[in-house]
């Protein structure tokens, strides 16, 4: 099933938390929401599943207004962070409860409904643990049956709200694979939420990122990665340098030295104060042959473990700064702790600057 | 009671066993003896006293006592303002439990703090209130004599000043329970597609029933044994709106020793169940989980 969101806007008293949000979720795509806590990611979530009512705005599930339809009339499916199953009902009622809990014209013979349950209980591969209480249960395995009790009423979206936040790190990463697996297999649409930008670029179809009650930017991970479309999503979403300066013709002037840029057409005019970024990848190192042009660091670290070197840098202006060149690169340059250099960025992204931007 | 003692206990026998961490004999004995010393003489002795009291004149008199119309008048007023009382307070405190503990509203706390009024106003008082409300001379007594409605020194003041004093138990033991709890549970069973009435009778009820319990039993303890209120409200008119305390003060004051301790061993016994269940209820909600633990410790 489709779901839209249209101009969706929530504050809670002073706090706005979201902001005339207005997203589209293609039906059977697994999407992530991404982005710092508090910048209204869940609240979203909880809206579209009715938990939570909109200030104004519409969300609209397979092209039809929901929003004046009750929770239990939306047949989504809902996991919450901290699980929330049953405690006082064993593994095997609490997946059973929500067919249980349908009206009598509905509701399915008590066989079939056990039947049902137990398919559930195989797919997570916990059918061993129905007779078990939750207290009784790993944080992995309750988050496996909090998904079955969710699926049990065949619901047209599943809502996952921070679904692997409060497992450890090895036990998340498991999951995320088997999540994937599943989705893959039923092909539900489903939104997840999530702070974790690995998490996001891993397992999505698509990632929609947030800050503070706003839509950044949404697109594929590939998209979202390769072309960031704000400051904030570049400082967001893996390692990435900064540099203030001035456009200065094609480049950026950082103090005394000229980053080489790829000016547009569209790009702030010039002389305009900017933000620009470039991945540690995207800058080389070229020794410092008093020529012009890159910018001039000093080395403060060389990490040569793994496949690439990291180098840490200082900047002229004291900044810290991250490369990674090739091992072989590294080699070549044989870089010594307290060398000077010159960096030069080979995709710099220039954004207008804004306060409070960025990293 | 035993078991769960002995089970509590059990860190300090390994402590105990341990030359290195034992005390010097003397110690535990001087404890043991101050402790039991202290129990015999203020709860044991005068438990005893009300049973050997009861007796000194044979069976006979004692269930004859019991039996007289007056007594039997008494105990039915006293399982009457009971029987309504507590009903009425356990509705309320799921209610106001409810309310504070899920729902966001101005006053809230003026509210926690109000449920407490009963506990921190002498109960003298909260019966004189009654009286000056609904009393000959009160606001709304003009009104009530014209409509031929009695409440003061007749039944109806009886259930008031008891429900009234008892109003605190269930709620004061379901607030912090069902805030601990919090409300996870009962959005997944809306979403589930469980209704209100479905939600609470399968998901908020089970997880709150031994505190519920627990807080039940505490009421109707209090219910059954209110002295204070209940005799200002009262008028003291006997067969009619004498309660079981009420009824043991006034045999007593007319030197009717044996019958009023007939009667007072009626309400000991009752006590004795109360802690009976009180002691089971907590061993169940002591396994039903950690939610349930926090509450049957609390107290």
């Given at each position: 099933?489709?779901?839209?969101?249209?101009?969706?806007?929530?504050?809670?008293?002073?706090f706005?938390?979201?902001?005339?949000?207005?997203?589209d979720f293609?039906?059977?795509?697994l999407?992530?929401?991404?982005?710092?806590s508090?910048c209204?990611?869940?609240?979203?979530?909880?809206?579209?599943?009715?938990?939570?009512a909109?200030?104004?705005?519409?969300?609209?599930?397979?092209?039809?207004?929901?929003?004046?339809?009750?929770?239990?009339?939306?047949?989504?499916?809902?996991?919450?962070?901290?699980?929330?199953?049953?405690?006082?009902?064993?593994?095997?009622?609490?997946?059973a409860?929500g067919?249980?809990?349908?009206?009598?014209?509905?509701?399915?013979?008590?066989?079939?409904?056990?039947e049902?349950?137990?398919?559930?209980?195989?797919?997570?591969?916990?059918?061993?643990?129905?007779?078990?209480?939750?207290?009784q249960?790993?944080?992995?395995?309750?988050?496996?049956?909090?998904?079955?009790?969710?699926?049990?009423?065949?619901?047209?979206?599943?809502?996952?709200?921070?679904?692997?936040?409060?497992?450890?790190?090895?036990?998340?990463?498991?999951?995320?694979?088997?999540?994937?697996?599943?989705?893959?297999?039923?092909?539900?649409?489903?939104?997840?939420?999530?702070?974790?930008?690995?998490?996001a670029?891993?397992?999505?179809?698509?990632?929609?990122?947030?800050?503070?009650?706003?839509?950044?930017q949404?697109g594929?991970p590939?998209?979202?990665?390769?072309?960031?479309?704000?400051?904030?999503?570049?400082?967001?979403?893996?390692?990435?340098?900064?540099?203030?300066?001035?456009?200065?013709?094609?480049?950026?002037?950082?103090?005394?030295?000229?980053?080489?840029?790829?000016?547009?057409?569209?790009?702030?005019?010039?002389?305009?104060?900017?933000?620009?970024?470039?991945?540690?990848?995207?800058?080389?190192?070229?020794?410092?042959?008093?020529?012009?042009?890159?910018?001039?660091?000093?080395v403060?670290r060389?990490?040569?473990?793994?496949?690439?070197?990291?180098?840490?840098l200082?900047?002229?202006e004291g900044?810290?700064?991250?490369?990674?060149?090739?091992?072989?690169?590294?080699?070549?340059?044989?870089?010594?702790?307290?060398?000077?250099?010159?960096?030069?960025?080979?995709?710099?992204?220039?954004?207008?600057?804004e306060?409070?931007?960025?990293? | 009671?035993?078991?769960?003692?002995?089970?509590?206990?059990?860190?300090?026998?390994?402590?105990?066993?341990?030359?290195?961490?034992?005390?010097?004999?003397?110690?535990?004995?001087a404890?043991?003896?101050?402790?039991?010393?202290?129990?015999?003489?203020?709860?044991?002795m005068?438990?005893i006293?009300?049973?050997?009291?009861?007796?000194?004149?044979?069976?006979?008199?004692?269930?004859?006592?019991l039996?007289?119309?007056?007594?039997?008048a008494?105990?039915r007023?006293?399982?009457?303002a009971?029987?309504?009382?507590v009903?009425?307070?356990?509705?309320?405190?799921?209610a106001?439990?409810?309310?504070?503990?899920?729902?966001?509203?101005?006053?809230?706390?003026?509210?926690?703090?109000?449920?407490?009024?009963?506990?921190?106003?002498?109960?003298?008082?909260a019966?004189?209130?009654y009286?000056?409300?609904?009393?000959?001379?009160?606001?709304?007594?003009?009104?009530?004599?014209?409509?031929?409605?009695?409440?003061?020194?007749?039944?109806?003041?009886?259930?008031?000043?008891?429900?009234?004093?008892?109003?605190?138990?269930?709620?004061?033991?379901?607030?912090?329970?069902?805030?601990?709890?919090?409300?996870?549970?009962?959005?997944?069973?809306?979403v589930?597609?469980?209704n209100?009435?479905?939600?609470?009778?399968?998901?908020t009820?089970?997880?709150?029933?031994?505190?519920?319990?627990?807080?039940?039993?505490?009421?109707?303890?209090?219910?059954m044994g209110?002295?204070?209120?209940?005799?200002?409200?009262?008028?003291?008119?006997?067969?009619?709106?004498?309660?079981?305390p009420?009824?043991?003060?006034?045999?007593?004051?007319?030197?009717?020793?044996?019958?009023?301790?007939?009667?007072?061993?009626?309400?000991?016994?009752l006590?004795?169940?109360?802690?009976?269940?009180?002691?089971w209820?907590?061993?169940?909600?002591?396994?039903?989980?950690?939610?349930?633990?926090?509450?049957?410790?609390a107290?």
């Amino acid at each position: 099933m489709s779901i839209q969101v249209r101009n969706i806007t929530k504050r809670f008293g002073a706090f706005s938390a979201l902001d005339d949000v207005t997203l589209d979720f293609p039906s059977g795509d697994l999407v992530a929401l991404l982005g710092p806590s508090g910048c209204g990611k869940t609240t979203l979530l909880r809206i579209i599943a009715g938990l939570e009512a909109a200030d104004g705005g519409q969300v609209l599930l397979e092209g039809e207004d929901a929003s004046a339809r009750h929770v239990r009339e939306r047949q989504v499916g809902f996991v919450f962070q901290h699980y929330a199953l049953f405690r006082h009902m064993t593994v095997f009622d609490n997946v059973a409860f929500g067919l249980r809990m349908k009206p009598r014209a509905q509701r399915p013979p008590e066989r079939q409904i056990r039947e049902k349950a137990q398919r559930l209980l195989e797919l997570v591969q916990l059918d061993w643990l129905a007779g078990r209480f939750p207290s009784q249960l790993s944080g992995g395995q309750r988050q496996r049956i909090a998904l079955a009790r969710a699926l049990a009423v065949e619901p047209r979206v599943l809502l996952l709200d921070e679904p692997f936040g409060a497992l450890d790190a090895k036990v998340r990463k498991e999951l995320r694979r088997w999540l994937r697996r599943l989705h893959d297999e039923l092909h539900i649409t489903s939104i997840f939420v999530t702070h974790d930008q690995e998490e996001a670029l891993e397992v999505a179809d698509r990632v929609v990122l947030m800050n503070q009650g706003r839509i950044e930017q949404t697109g594929t991970p590939e998209e979202v990665y390769s072309q960031p479309a704000t400051p904030f999503v570049y400082g967001f979403l893996g390692a990435v340098n900064l540099f203030h300066g001035r456009v200065d013709g094609e480049g950026v002037r950082v103090g005394g030295d000229l980053l080489p840029g790829t000016a547009r057409a569209d790009g702030p005019a010039e002389g305009a104060r900017v933000m620009a970024f470039a991945r540690p990848y995207e800058i080389d190192i070229v020794a410092d042959d008093g020529a012009d042009g890159g910018m001039a660091a000093k080395v403060s670290r060389v990490l040569s473990f793994g496949v690439t070197t990291r180098v840490e840098l200082e900047g002229s202006e004291g900044q810290h700064l991250e490369v990674e060149l090739t091992r072989e690169r590294a080699d070549a340059l044989g870089l010594a702790v307290g060398q000077t250099v010159r960096l030069l960025p080979s995709n710099l992204r220039v954004f207008e600057y804004e306060e409070g931007a960025g990293i | 009671m035993a078991t769960a003692l002995r089970r509590r206990v059990d860190p300090a026998a390994r402590f105990e066993a341990r030359a290195a961490t034992r005390e010097a004999p003397w110690v535990k004995w001087a404890l043991l003896a101050v402790a039991l010393a202290f129990f015999t003489l203020f709860l044991l002795m005068p438990l005893i006293a009300v049973f050997i009291e009861a007796l000194r004149k044979g069976w006979e008199t004692y269930f004859s006592a019991l039996v007289e119309p007056d007594a039997l008048a008494s105990i039915r007023l006293t399982l009457l303002a009971a029987g309504i009382a507590v009903p009425l307070n356990l509705v309320f405190g799921v209610a106001a439990a409810w309310a504070i503990a899920k729902f966001e509203f101005r006053g809230k706390h003026f509210l926690i703090t109000l449920i407490d009024l009963p506990f921190s106003v002498s109960p003298v008082i909260a019966g004189l209130v009654y009286v000056l409300m609904f009393g000959a001379q009160g606001w709304f007594g003009p009104w009530l004599a014209a409509h031929d409605i009695k409440i003061v020194f007749a039944v109806p003041g009886i259930v008031l000043a008891t429900v009234f004093v008892t109003f605190p138990f269930v709620a004061r033991e379901l607030i912090p329970l069902m805030q601990a709890q919090g409300r996870e549970e009962e959005e997944a069973a809306v979403v589930l597609g469980a209704n209100g009435w479905l939600t609470f009778w399968h998901v908020t009820l089970p997880n709150i029933r031994w505190g519920l319990l627990y807080g039940v039993i505490l009421c109707n303890a209090r219910a059954m044994g209110e002295f204070g209120a209940v005799s200002v409200v009262s008028g003291h008119i006997r067969g009619e709106t004498n309660t079981m305390p009420l009824h043991v003060e006034i045999l007593y004051n007319e030197y009717q020793f044996a019958a009023a301790f007939a009667v007072a061993s009626l309400l000991a016994l009752l006590a004795l169940v109360t802690l009976g269940i009180k002691t089971w209820v907590e061993r169940n909600a002591a396994r039903s989980g950690p939610g349930a633990q926090d509450e049957a410790t609390a107290p």
